[in-house]
DNA sequence: CATTATGTCTGA
DNA sequence: TTCAGACAT
């Protein structure tokens, strides 16, 4: 549910970032002869053509939807491109999109605090950016961006007509309430960064500007693909008045419907009505408040700086008759499952220095021949130890149990014969609790040296864990420094059944537990072993993922380098040629389109492109592409360095300034240290208690209360 | 037999 | 803490 947060007066400037039809987008990048092409992005082509996980916006004017199957779509737009999802270890494998979406999501984190909401999806909080933009360049938002000019502006366009000279005078005008200032500046801000995403991606995106981020969710759809709407204070009011209530984050669902059904709400100006204790007592309090200041264009929740998945997850289902019936199936398929989730661990782990402590199962089943069919198959969860078959070995571990639990006590004795009845409609492994290993030197680095007891290869002390580190996930091109254990010694199977195995917190029954310990005689290890150092296993093999590059570059830089070529202006001052663009093809949309007139020669000196494909080929697409590489390798080697205004690091992680360094621990020797330093080590290893920071009793400005109103 | 695969969050 | 369930893309 969601939960209602106290708010403080809401001049914040907050961005929702959305990619448009991003899978196609990232398809359409590798295969360009795909693009300005009614394009979809199915999985597995088998079942009536496969079901669309995306669709080009060329492919849903022709009524192409989401939802559909491959058949479906061809049917109603036969000259469909489908493209399908990547298959790997016989499911369906996301990487090449997850990978895409960081690329996007270390570029959009460079003004201000950015939240990953989804493998698409950024949340960004650019007060601070806003407020300094409108400090230092009082008049100076004369050089308005001309991306920024093309915003749509909630109750500016009246028709859906502003023109965008309109835009541009309401951007700076100058009697403006601060608020609308600092919403002004926001556009500016996102406008570039929308800009440095599509020049360094090829990605295009829509956003949303507002005070809070329920409103700039709202509107980030509004206007797509590549554009990007401004909700003024002024205007929320009627935006949310005929709103859909359905249509509001969170409402899609069963809460929505019981709005509709029992409390007559369709908009979202239907719910001003009803007084605050009325809906805390028909949802509860948090939901209640939750909604009553929904309904008022409030909403306090803060954009948490987090760029990377709190949880790593692989998982297939098996429809009908595909449905596992043996436990060597499942075993069979548990395994794939958990080997793509550890080679996502060790990436996490070599990219990002993130270790994860929890290992769950998850699994959907039926049984035939009982009555309470209903019953769901219970998920499961322990320690994760790292390696790959440790995983798998745990995994199936967990779905013995899950599975027992689920059948109850009545099961053929006959059981792990095929077909005993039941069947496995899904599985999926999931690791969780994810925290980042802390970077620093300190007392205990110091400890081990003077002991001679370092273990990191000599010079290789990295900076990757200070906070100038941006440790986000595809950085192909690492090298493979950072986590230097003595694995070893730990991999030796003595120290293994040591010190490692541990699976204590399986939460099961003593009978069950018994069970377990039968097929693992290890099992009764202690989680304080799993906390300090199982995961110290496996963890150097090099890990073969990772070919996606990483543009991480200086803003600042980069925009020399790329004006200096003339590749495309990122700051762009009033531009009085480009003014025939119509609100409905934006802009920034040419840096496609131009790409095509490339081709054209009566555009070509038009084209920024024109200067660096040399007239060389006359395919538009690779005179595209021959750029962007241009563009890749003048950056690349700036990718290490140190950007400045980013936020790319979990608060966590952040708090503690450690003076050690925790790759020069030798782990296979932690245990015969000092106590008091273990239990420090185990500490850092150990996810972190959150502070629950709730601002309570704070003041609450409204938009519009019922009382004062407006 | 079919929105798949993944993710986040809250309440119990 | 763990697990179930809601919601989202």
């Known amino acids: 549910m969601p939960v209602a947060r106290p708010e403080s007066s809401d001049s914040r400037v907050i961005a929702h970032v959305d990619m448009d039809c991003f899978y196609v987008q990232v398809e359409q990048r590798k295969q360009p002869h795909l693009r300005g092409q009614p394009t979809a992005v199915v999985q597995y082509n088998s079942w009536k053509g496969g079901a669309l996980i995306a669709v080009s916006y060329e492919a849903r004017k022709h ?54 909401a989804s493998i698409d999806e950024v949340y960004l909080d650019l007060t601070e950016a806003a407020e300094l933009m409108l400090a230092e360049t009082p008049e100076s938002l004369e050089a308005i961006h001309e991306e920024a000019v093309k915003s749509h502006v909630l109750g500016l366009d009246v028709d859906g007509v502003d023109s965008r000279e309109n835009v541009k005078k309401w951007l700076i005008r100058s009697d403006a309430d601060r608020r609308d200032k600092l919403l002004a500046c926001g556009a500016v801000l996102v406008a570039e960064l929308r800009l440095q995403v599509l020049q360094e991606t090829r990605f295009t995106c829509s956003a949303g500007i507002a005070h809070n981020k329920m409103l700039a969710k709202l509107v980030s759809g509004m206007n797509k693909p590549a554009q990007q709407t401004v909700v003024p204070f002024s205007s929320v009011k009627k935006l949310l008045e005929g709103f859909p209530i359905k249509k509001m984050k969170q409402l899609g669902g069963k809460l929505g419907t019981s709005l509709q059904t029992d409390l007559g709400v369709e908009t979202v100006g239907d719910l001003l009505q009803f007084p605050e204790v009325k809906l805390q007592e028909c949802y509860g309090m948090n939901t209640g408040t939750w909604l009553w200041n929904i309904a008022r264009g409030i909403n306090g929740e803060e954009v948490e700086g987090r760029l990377l998945p709190k949880s790593h997850g692989a998982g297939k289902t098996f429809p009908g008759p595909a449905a596992l ?43 035939k021949t009982d009555t309470d069919s209903h019953k769901k198959f219970p998920s499961k969860s322990c320690p994760l130890r790292y ?102 010694e730990i991999e030796s199977p003595h120290k293994e059944e040591k010190s490692v195995h541990a699976l204590a917190s399986f939460d099961l029954k003593e009978n069950e537990t018994q069970v377990c310990k039968d097929k693992d005689p290890s099992f009764s290890s202690t989680m304080s072993q799993h906390d300090g150092f199982a995961f110290a296993q496996e963890i150097v093999t090099p890990s073969s993922s990772g070919t996606q590059s990483c543009f991480t570059v200086n803003q600042t830089e980069s925009q020399k380098e790329l004006s200096g070529e003339n590749f495309l202006h990122v700051r762009l001052k009033e531009k009085k040629t480009s003014s025939s663009k119509e609100k409905g093809t934006p802009s920034i949309l040419n840096f496609f389109q131009s790409r095509t007139s490339c081709a054209s020669p009566k555009q070509q000196h038009a084209s920024p492109f024109a200067v660096a494909k040399a007239s060389s080929s006359s395919d538009a697409e690779s005179i595209v592409n021959s750029c962007f590489e241009a563009f890749k390798q003048k950056n690349l080697p700036t990718k290490n360095r140190t950007r400045t205004g980013t936020f790319n690091f979990d608060q966590d992680e952040q708090r503690r300034s450690w003076s050690y360094k925790i790759d020069e621990i030798d782990h296979a020797t932690l245990n015969e240290l000092p106590l008091e330093i273990q239990e420090e080590v185990n500490v850092w290893l150990r996810p972190q208690k959150r502070a629950n920071i709730l601002k309570k009793g704070s003041s609450i400005p409204h938009y519009f209360l019922p009382t004062k109103d407006k």
């Open 63 to 116: 009524g192409v939807k989401r939802s559909m199957r491959g058949d479906e779509a061809k049917h109603v737009c036969p000259q469909i491109q489908l493209v399908q999802v990547p298959v790997n270890r016989g499911k369906a494998d996301l990487t090449v999109y997850r990978n895409a979406g960081s690329e996007v999501v270390s570029i959009l984190a460079r003004k201000g605090r950015c939240e990953r």
């Open 325 to 367: 019936r043996s436990i060597p199936a499942v075993e069979k398929w548990l395994n794939e499952l958990c080997d793509e989730l550890n080679e996502r661990l060790q990436s996490d782990l070599e990219k990002n220095k993130r270790i994860a402590h929890t290992l769950t199962l998850h699994a959907s089943a039926y049984k």
């Open 387 to 488: 390696g790959t078959s440790k995983i798998q070995e745990d995994a199936l571990l967990l779905f013995q149990a899950g599975l027992r639990e689920y059948l109850g006590s009545y099961q053929p004795k006959t059981s792990g014969g095929p077909h005993d009845g039941w069947g496995i409609i899904g599985l999926s492994v999931s690791a969780s609790k994810i925290v980042a290993i802390p970077s620093g030197t300190r007392s205990i680095s110091n400890y081990f040296h003077s002991r001679g007891q370092i273990c990191s290869s000599a010079g290789e002390s990295n900076d990757r864990f200070s906070k100038t580190a941006a440790p986000l996930s595809p950085s192909g091109s690492e090298s493979n420094s950072g986590v230097h254990f003595a694995v070893s």
